[in-house]
C-alpha cells in the first residue's frame, strides 16, 4: 500500500485528495508498461482514462482518413493527459492517438474512478480543464506552426528543441521519424537537411543528426 501511495503521489492534485479520496484512486488505478512505438490509445479504444507517464514518453497525434498522421505534442515524465479520457469529458470532440516513443509505464485512473472523482473533488475537476487549456494552447501552437512557419524554421526549431531537452548535439532518429514530429514528409525532411549539411549547420548519418551550429539553428 505505501510503494503504491508513493507513485500516486506523482498525481498534480493528489495533496488536494482527501483520506478517502486518495484510497479510491488507489484502488482504481494501476501502472501499466507499453513497449516502444505500441499504440497507447486512439479513439477506437476503450476509454483508458486519466494516464501520468512515469517513464519514457508518448506522442500525441491525429490520424485522417487518408492516413496523414499530424503530431499535436509529446508528453515526457511527470506529464499528465486526459485527452485519453475522452468518455468522461464531453468537452473533448475529437480523436487522437497516443503512441509510445520509447518504452513507458504509465499511471492510469479508470475513467470511471476519475469521472468520480471529478465529481468529489473541485481541485481535480480544476486540473482536468485546466490541462485541457494547456493542452489546447499545444494544439493551436502546432497548427500556427503548419500553417505559417517555413520548412526551415520548423525543421530548425525541433532540432534546437531536442538539443535543449536532452543536452547532447547528437539527435538519434532517424529522418522519417523527424518529419513524423514536424508534420512533414521524408522527402522534405532529407532535402531540408541536405541543405542545413551544406551550410555547416548539421552532419547527417544514418540514424543520428550531430548538431554543428546550434545558435545559427537558433538564428533560423
Partial sequence: MEKNREIFQRLPFWEKLTEEQKAYAIQHGSV????????????????????????GSIRV????EEG??????????????????SCVISQITFETCMTAEQDCDLL???AGAFRKLTEKSIYVKCFQYE?????????????QQILFAKMDQRLAGYLVQEYDRTKSADIHMTQEQIAQQINSAREVVTRMLRRFAA?????????????????GLRKI
Avoid at 497525434?61 to 485522417?64: A, N
Avoid at 549547420?201 to 546550434?214: A, N, Q, S
Wanted: aromatic share 6%; net charge neutral; charged share 25%.
Fill in 199 to 215: 551550410e555547416h549547420l548539421v552532419k547527417v548519418k544514418r540514424g543520428v543528426i550531430t548538431l554543428l551550429d546550434v545558435e
Fill in 32 to 55: 501499466r508498461h507499453y513497449g516502444k512505438d505500441s499504440l497507447i490509445y486512439d479513439g477506437g479504444s476503450v476509454c483508458l482514462g486519466m494516464a501520468c507517464v512515469l517513464k
Fill in 61 to 64: 497525434s491525429l490520424l485522417s
Fill in 68 to 85: 496523414r498522421e499530424i503530431t499535436l505534442f509529446r508528453l515526457e515524465q511527470g506529464e499528465p493527459c486526459v485527452l485519453s479520457a
Fill in 108 to 110: 492510469v485512473i479508470g
Fill in 131 to 143: 490541462l485541457m487549456t494547456e493542452r489546447f494552447s499545444s494544439v493551436m501552437w502546432t497548427m
